[in-house]
RNA sequence: GCGCCCGUAGCUCAACCGGAUAGAGCGUUUGACUACGAAUCAAAAGGUUAGAGGUUCGACUCCUCUCGGGCGCGCCA
């Protein structure tokens, strides 16, 4: 929030100064953080940039621009100075620091939510991995992503939707019957070969047990319908554990299956209207979708000639039914194996008359397993995959949530089993929730203080370590910020190791709990701040912030 | 063969539109508990950012090529 309101004071002083020098536009600059050696809080570029455009000297130009910025910014600015090649480093006023301080200790959850002034309709759709076995390691990595998103996303005000598309048609359906179908004879003694191709694991046997226990006439039993609804349960319950709810399970069945009165699916519909508008064309006894057209490398099948349609289509009529539901922003998060649909998704947006920025699609890496040095593959249909369950009820929802975000999706993620079953300091996650059980600790100490009935007085805290406290609280909003620009939750992992670090440091040098009442109200505030922070910060994970561990 | 992503400390990874001495955790070495939790802190060691060239005041970041890893290239889902 600070840095926001620095930039924007700074921009109409930049702008000012760029009409003095006769130029006919402002330029973009930058406000960061200088690196830690230097003795300031923002570093400016503006000057370098401006030197360039005017071709003077870089820092003749800083020289004039902090001339400027002490005379219309001292509310703000305690000291300004150049550095380097041209950077105008800026102190911050102290009163600054402490005003954001009482803003977090009166706003707590909310600190950081814009909630009256973003109401944009987002749908967040992630997992949608299809029912046909538990989800396995690498959906948990989908799962962790998606769902911090859509927490960041909401507490920016958006007005959020988390979907699951449910795959629940087409020829893997098909297979998923027909495996539990072989087991369930097997069960009964029939000694019947098993699919080649079929699923394997163990739970496909559970469902065949179920289905005997049950005591139905084999001809009566919806095999597919079975398997569906066991295999969504559990879904459902192993992501209730690992703290992800969808809003929405929406049924491929619904758009590919069902029909209208005239007869028709809202497949037929959205490829109907593709043709209509010329986007899609019969040859070869197929409709094709012409996405060259909006930048894919070749066009695709939409139907294929004996009249079935491809997965491809599904996913047309999908897209355009989530814009008719009032989405206006659409985010896909999927599998970096993936990747190759992108192109043919983000032409049917365009084709549906939305702009390309309408849908997001973002791609994770997948996560590759390590277990004794071996790897391990993950096919759902090998019967050798890890399931997410498994891992959350070794390590902890909270580590393994934490895990999945401290890395950028971009990132390849090994998990090594081994070290993740390690339940010890070495998983920065308890590092972080020691803060908060550190803070709590003070707090119950202090209830035996009978001196603590006073106002607190922000100016006492004065110390190096006092102040580098509050300027990381005052980053929360700028992380968030940074999240919603990338798209992508991973950043608050750095931010609240980061603000662990500074606190523990804190705690070292400056003891809470003093002679001094005023001093120590004082500090109880900060630190209730640091609370609040750190819970908000984990709350966006998905993770808890015990009181005790 | 073509396309997308990645390559940063011994290991796993950060680095906010291109910015200052490239940062954390783990591991290693050495210190610190008779006041709020040592699940902590202080200090040390560890780097030609895969390699080569280019763009510029400035490159981990942008461009070209090479090498290495992952993934994808079907009228499958």
Redesign the pocket.
Known sequence: MIKQRITERLGSIVEKYCKEKGLTESI???V???????D?DF?V?AA??LA?KIKANPRVVAQEIINIIMSEMADFVDKADI???G?I?LRLKNEILYKELAAIIEQKEKYGSLASNNKEKIMVEFVSA?PTGPLHIGHGRGAAIGDSLARVLRHLGYNVTKEYYL?D????MQVLAESVRLRYLQLKGDEVPFLEDGYKGEYIIDIAKRLISENKNINAIDFKKEAVKDILATIENDLKDFSVVFDNWFSEGGIAVDKDKNGKTEVDKACEYLQSTGNAYV????LWLASTKFGD?KD??LK???G?????ASDVAYHKNKFERGFTKLVNLWG??????VARIEACVQMLGFSKEALKVL?Y??V?LVRNGKPVPMSTRSGEFVPLKEVVDEVGKDACRFFFL???P?????FDLELAKKQS??N?V??VQ?VN??C???F??SQNRTDLNTEPDFSLLNTKEERELMKQLSTFC?ILA?CE?TMSP??FT?YL?EL??IY??F??K?????DDSKLTVSRLKLIEAVTIIIKNGLGLLGVSAP???
């Open positions: 973009s600059f930058a960061e953080i200088p690196p830690k050696n230097i300031a570093a570029n370098m940039l360039k550095a380097g090649a950077f480093n299809n795959n048609v087409g020829n893997q040859q070869d006894e197929a490398d695709r099948v294929r000639s004996d079935r349609y491809t997965y491809l970096a194996d993936h990747h190759g649909y791609l890496q997948l590759s401290l890395r950028a971009d990132s390849q993620l090994e300091g070495e920065p308890f590092y020691y059980a550190r709590h600790s003070i119950r100490e700028d940074l620009k991973h950043h750095a190791i662990a670090d523990h440091k705690y070292e400056c003891r809470v709990l003093g009181e005790k561990m």
